[in-house]
């Protein structure tokens, strides 16, 4: 099979969808946070705590609409967390944010040693997932069907709230109001718009996002959390998030770019490459790709300076 | 009075550190005039205005708004009684469009989305009703300076301000805009506007206001009607000056030239010039008071000299050297030295030790070193040294810079300063801010300094200072030299303020 084989592939496309949604949750929470103004430092950690509350929400409720529930639950609830430390405590966001990534590897550790008694997984929780969904008629197209049906609900869910928070920070009063409390506190403040309604109301909703993010990857992505399953995906949302320029299509366009890489490097494990070689692709194409929306934008920056 | 809509009754204004910002101020105004409130920076305008809005509380004095006594806690209490303000620096989010600028916090709805349409209508209808021109789906980080300044009117506008208080709205216009802007303001007048014009620009306030009352010191000095004033009674109003200090001084006996400036020009980033043709002389034994209003062009005229813009033009020459294009490390070296504006920004470490702030300019010499490293015996040997020459009111060397009272902390600066011995000391508002002992003694040093046969540029808003101290006097308005005074003991204060507030200019100034 040669490398081009590999790559145009429906399969190969239909993986990189599948690896992109985690992503996308993660890219959409960074996006909410940084239209409120609020550093999305924290995403990474929040994501790995709600990726253990979903399978255990799962356990306990025998579904998994309420796995899903308890992992947005806990995200708003860490959102808050972080933003009582940053917005009333006045806690530098890095470290609070550091605070929060290490928090939570080593509470999910602790958690799932206590309620399985095993540190790696929850496997034996035997936890409800998410089902995946065809979708009629266009599961009938050739090469379009392999590569957009199929996918777990949580897929589509994530690609219709890209529709849906651009109706909301675009169309919508709240969604502006906090863009404008985000990009200039005081200008909001001095026509009577309540800062903090507005920032909280951020988090509330960056959350959400961030648990959707964590409950795909431990119900629908595998089924079950296993430790440091995030594996960096919070982070490559943040990445991504600013190469969309904080624009939901824009974002979408970027974590495709990292679903692909993602894609990629599992395709090539199938060919005989060192494995620690191919698993370096998605963080190199990050590093690419900053390197890129850098020079990118200070070229931009230098025009709008002349 | 009849038809008086506003009125604020002998307000004081004492801080928490016991500056008194207002003292005993009396504002009335008439319901649909211009008023233009005037008088220098510091003068309290803008206190008086924050009491009016809440953002202080005024320590005495009343606020009567409409015939019932004012109380509002914050700027969106006061639209909501019809006062509306138009800052200085705009209130604005550069990435919304106007009409989402104008309309924030009050958004038209359908459903839960904004009416849009709604929106722009609105926008565009009180545009049109005011003639102020712009575009509401225009991005507000794409538009002019002017441009903004309209979607600021419009916001407070549309909130149903009756009473608009516009802080220096001209001082970011060009002539044009300005021009367009009175005709908009006149155009609100006459729907029953009434406006608060805050402003110590004589020529325009002559031009569009009915009444005017001058600050000065955080005192009213006066109030008057437009009509029977003129522009040297006004700025007679506005420059006295009230003695507090006086310097004993002999007479100046200059040398030669030390420091010839020519041709000085320098445009900042956003394009507008601040400093244009500067040329003047400073000689040897020889104080040059630099005067002007605030933002003329002085601090930047002082911070090119020492190397703060490579890229300004002209010409810098200093005793036979090029001084334009070098690094300050460089201008320091030739003999120069810099007190500047902001002591606690630029001008010394507040999380430092005192020490520290005394060696920053020396620390890379051999002087405080032995063997390569520091010398710290011999550093905190010329701190003490310092401390005691300079009278610095701390505990010891090691007390942090921060930790000591605004005139300590400048005498550190200052003591700095004078440290290398400079042929030449620039001093940019050496005692701004600081108590009558420190800065009897400022003076006294620079003083010391010119008898020494150096040179001083002494560039100060503090007109009393400017007198008492200069030997000769320059001033500036607008980035250009308005004035040149070879013997400061041959001018007023009053026929300088005619020079700084740019109603007379003399021609061919050297």
Same mark, same amino acid.
């Given at each position: 099979?040669?490398?081009?084989?590999?790559?145009?592939?429906?399969?190969?496309?239909?993986?990189?969808?599948?690896?992109?949604?985690?992503?996308?949750?993660?890219?959409?929470?960074?996006?909410?946070?940084?239209?409120?103004?609020?550093?999305?430092?924290?995403?990474?950690?929040?994501?790995?705590?709600?990726?253990?509350?979903?399978?255990?929400?799962?356990?306990?409720?025998?579904?998994?609409?309420?796995?899903?529930?308890?992992?947005?639950?806990?995200?708003?609830?860490?959102?808050?967390?972080?933003?009582?430390?940053?917005?009333?405590?006045?806690?530098?966001?890095?470290?609070?944010?550091?605070?929060?990534?290490?928090?939570?590897?080593?509470?999910?550790?602790?958690?799932?040693?206590?309620?399985?008694?095993?540190?790696?997984?929850?496997?034996?929780?035997?936890?409800?997932?998410?089902?995946?969904?065809?979708?009629?008629?266009?599961?009938?197209?050739?090469?379009?069907?392999?590569?957009?049906?199929?996918?777990?609900?949580?897929?589509?869910?994530?690609?219709?709230?890209?529709?849906?928070?651009?109706?909301?920070?675009?169309?919508?009063?709240?969604?502006?109001?906090?863009?404008?409390?985000?990009?200039?506190?005081?200008?909001?403040?001095?026509?009577?718009?309540?800062?903090?309604?507005?920032?909280?109301?951020?988090?509330?909703?960056?959350?959400?996002?961030?648990?959707?993010?964590?409950?795909?990857?431990?119900?629908?992505?595998?089924?079950?959390?296993?430790?440091?399953?995030?594996?960096?995906?919070?982070?490559?949302?943040?990445?991504?998030?600013?190469?969309?320029?904080?624009?939901?299509?824009?974002?979408?366009?970027?974590?495709?770019?990292?679903?692909?890489?993602?894609?990629?490097?599992?395709?090539?494990?199938?060919?005989?490459?060192?494995?620690?070689?191919?698993?370096?692709?998605?963080?190199?194409?990050?590093?690419?790709?900053?390197?890129?929306?850098?020079?990118?934008?200070?070229?931009?920056?230098?025009?709008?300076?002349? | 009075?009849?038809?008086?809509?506003?009125?604020?009754?002998?307000?004081?204004?004492?801080?928490?550190?016991?500056?008194?910002?207002?003292?005993?101020?009396?504002?009335?105004?008439?319901?649909?005039?211009?008023?233009?409130?005037?008088?220098?920076?510091?003068?309290?305008?803008?206190?008086?205005?924050?009491?009016?809005?809440?953002?202080?509380?005024?320590?005495?004095?009343?606020?009567?708004?409409?015939?019932?006594?004012?109380?509002?806690?914050?700027?969106?209490?006061?639209?909501?009684?019809?006062?509306?303000?138009?800052?200085?620096?705009?209130?604005?989010?550069?990435?919304?469009?106007?009409?989402?600028?104008?309309?924030?916090?009050?958004?038209?709805?359908?459903?839960?989305?904004?009416?849009?349409?709604?929106?722009?209508?609105?926008?565009?209808?009180?545009?049109?009703?005011?003639?102020?021109?712009?575009?509401?789906?225009?991005?507000?980080?794409?538009?002019?300076?002017?441009?903004?300044?309209?979607?600021?009117?419009?916001?407070?506008?549309?909130?149903?301000?009756?009473?608009?208080?516009?802080?220096?709205?001209?001082?970011?216009?060009?002539?044009?805009?300005?021009?367009?802007?009175?005709?908009?303001?006149?155009?609100?007048?006459?729907?029953?506007?009434?406006?608060?014009?805050?402003?110590?620009?004589?020529?325009?306030?002559?031009?569009?206001?009915?009444?005017?009352?001058?600050?000065?010191?955080?005192?009213?000095?006066?109030?008057?009607?437009?009509?029977?004033?003129?522009?040297?009674?006004?700025?007679?109003?506005?420059?006295?000056?009230?003695?507090? @200090?006086?310097?004993? %001084? &002999?007479?100046? !006996?200059? +040398?030669?030239? /030390?420091?010839?400036?020519?041709?000085?020009?320098?445009? =900042?980033?956003?394009?507008?010039?601040?400093?244009?043709?500067?040329?003047?002389?400073?000689?040897?034994?020889?104080?040059?008071?630099?005067?002007?209003?605030?933002?003329?062009?002085?601090?930047?005229?002082?911070?090119?000299?020492?190397?703060?813009?490579?890229?300004?033009?002209?010409?810098?020459?200093?005793?036979?050297?090029?001084?334009?294009?070098?690094?300050?490390?460089?201008?320091?070296?030739?003999?120069?030295?810099?007190?500047?504006?902001?002591?606690?920004?630029?001008?010394?470490?507040?999380?430092?030790?005192?020490?520290?702030?005394?060696?920053?300019?020396?620390?890379?010499?051999?002087?405080?070193?032995?063997?390569? @490293?520091?010398?710290? %015996? &011999?550093?905190? !040997?010329? +701190?003490?040294? /310092?401390?005691?020459?300079?009278?610095?009111?701390?505990? =010891?060397?090691?007390?942090?810079?921060?930790?000591?009272?605004?005139?300590?902390?400048?005498?550190?600066?200052?003591?700095?300063?004078?440290?290398?011995?400079?042929?030449?000391?620039?001093?940019?508002?050496?005692?701004?801010?600081?108590?009558?002992?420190?800065?009897?003694?400022?003076?006294?040093?620079?003083?010391?300094?010119?008898?020494?046969?150096?040179?001083?540029?002494?560039?100060?808003?503090?007109?009393?200072?400017?007198?008492?101290?200069?030997?000769?006097?320059?001033?500036?308005?607008?980035?250009?030299?308005?004035?040149?005074?070879?013997?400061?003991?041959?001018?007023?204060?009053?026929?300088?303020?005619?020079?700084? @507030?740019?109603?007379?200019?003399?021609?061919?100034?050297?």
């Amino acid at each position: 099979m040669s490398i081009l084989e590999i790559i145009f592939s429906s399969d190969f496309f239909f993986t990189s969808i599948r690896l992109m949604t985690p992503i996308l949750f993660a890219a959409l929470a960074c996006m909410t946070f940084s239209k409120g103004g609020i550093d999305p430092i924290g995403t990474e950690g929040i994501m790995l705590l709600c990726a253990l509350a979903g399978p255990v929400g799962g356990y306990f409720t025998g579904n998994a609409v309420g796995g899903v529930l308890t992992a947005m639950v806990v995200g708003v609830l860490m959102a808050f967390v972080f933003g009582y430390f940053t917005l009333i405590l006045d806690t530098n966001p890095v470290l609070a944010g550091i605070a929060l990534n290490t928090f939570s590897g080593g509470l999910t550790i602790f958690l799932t040693y206590y309620l399985t008694g095993n540190k790696g997984s929850t496997q034996s929780l035997n936890s409800p997932v998410v089902p995946n969904i065809d979708i009629p008629l266009i599961e009938n197209i050739p090469v379009v069907g392999a590569i957009v049906s199929g996918h777990s609900i949580l897929t589509y869910v994530s690609l219709i709230l890209v529709v849906l928070l651009t109706l909301f920070f675009w169309k919508t009063p709240y969604g502006v109001r906090i863009r404008a409390v985000g990009e200039n506190e005081k200008s909001a403040a001095s026509v009577g718009v309540n800062i903090m309604k507005y920032k909280y109301i951020s988090l509330l909703i960056a959350g959400c996002l961030a648990g959707l993010g964590g409950a795909y990857m431990s119900m629908s992505y595998v089924s079950m959390f296993s430790r440091d399953m995030i594996a960096g995906r919070g982070w490559i949302g943040m990445a991504a998030e600013s190469m969309g320029f904080g624009i939901p299509w824009r974002i979408t366009g970027s974590v495709f770019i990292f679903g692909m890489a993602d894609s990629l490097a599992i395709r090539l494990q199938m060919l005989n490459l060192p494995t620690q070689l191919i698993s370096c692709i998605p963080y190199v194409v990050t590093i690419i790709a900053i390197s890129i929306y850098s020079w990118q934008r200070s070229k931009v920056k230098k025009k709008k300076a002349e | 009075m009849e038809n008086e809509i506003l009125r604020m009754e002998h307000i004081t204004k004492v801080y928490p550190n016991g500056v008194m910002a207002n003292k005993d101020v009396n504002l009335s105004v008439k319901e649909g005039e211009i008023h233009a409130l005037m008088g220098e920076n510091g003068a309290g305008k803008s206190t008086l205005m924050k009491i009016l809005f809440g953002d202080e509380e005024a320590t005495e004095g009343k606020v009567w708004y409409k015939g019932e006594e004012l109380k509002v806690k914050n700027a969106s209490d006061a639209i909501k009684k019809g006062i509306g303000m138009v800052h200085q620096h705009f209130m604005l989010v550069d990435s919304l469009r106007v009409y989402e600028n104008v309309v924030l916090g009050m958004e038209p709805k359908k459903g839960i989305m904004t009416d849009s349409k709604e929106a722009i209508r609105l926008v565009q209808e009180t545009a049109d009703k005011y003639n102020l021109k712009v575009d509401p789906m225009a991005v507000v980080g794409d538009i002019s300076v002017g441009q903004k300044q309209k979607v600021e009117i419009l916001k407070v506008l549309l909130r149903g301000a009756k009473l608009l208080i516009l802080d220096e709205p001209t001082a970011v216009l060009t002539p044009q805009e300005t021009q367009e802007l009175f005709e908009q303001l006149l155009m609100l007048k006459k729907n029953g506007h009434t406006i608060i014009f805050i402003s110590h620009k004589i020529r325009e306030v002559m031009q569009i206001c009915d009444n005017l009352t001058v600050l000065r010191g955080g005192k009213t000095v006066g109030s008057m009607e437009v009509r029977n004033a003129t522009e040297e009674g006004i700025s007679h109003f506005m420059v006295g000056r009230d003695v507090v @200090l006086r310097v004993n %001084k &002999k007479p100046a !006996e200059f +040398g030669d030239v /030390l420091l010839n400036v020519k041709n000085l020009n320098y445009t =900042n980033k956003e394009g507008r010039k601040l400093l244009d043709n500067v040329s003047f002389k400073i000689r040897k034994g020889q104080i040059l008071g630099v005067a002007g209003v605030e933002g003329n062009g002085q601090n930047e005229l002082a911070e090119a000299i020492f190397g703060f813009y490579p890229d300004a033009t002209g010409s810098i020459m200093f005793e036979g050297n090029e001084l334009l294009g070098k690094s300050i490390k460089m201008i320091r070296k030739n003999g120069l030295s810099y007190i500047p504006e902001d002591r606690i920004k630029t001008g010394a470490a507040g999380n430092l030790p005192i020490w520290a702030n005394l060696i920053a300019d020396t620390i890379d010499t051999n002087e405080l070193k032995k063997n390569g @490293l520091l010398d710290y %015996k &011999k550093i905190h !040997e010329r +701190g003490k040294e /310092l401390i005691e020459d300079f009278a610095i009111l701390c505990k =010891n060397d090691e007390q942090l810079a921060g930790m000591l009272s605004g005139g300590n902390m400048q005498k550190v600066v200052v003591a700095r300063e004078f440290s290398s011995d400079p042929k030449l000391l620039i001093a940019n508002q050496p005692t701004r801010g600081i108590d009558v002992g420190a800065n009897e003694f400022i003076w006294k040093k620079i003083v010391e300094q010119r008898d020494a046969g150096k040179g001083v540029m002494l560039v100060s808003a503090d007109l009393n200072e400017i007198m008492e101290l200069s030997d000769s006097i320059l001033v500036m308005c607008d980035g250009h030299v308005a004035a040149y005074f070879e013997d400061a003991s041959s001018v007023t204060e009053f026929e300088l303020g005619n020079y700084m @507030l740019g109603l007379k200019r003399q021609e061919d100034v050297e």
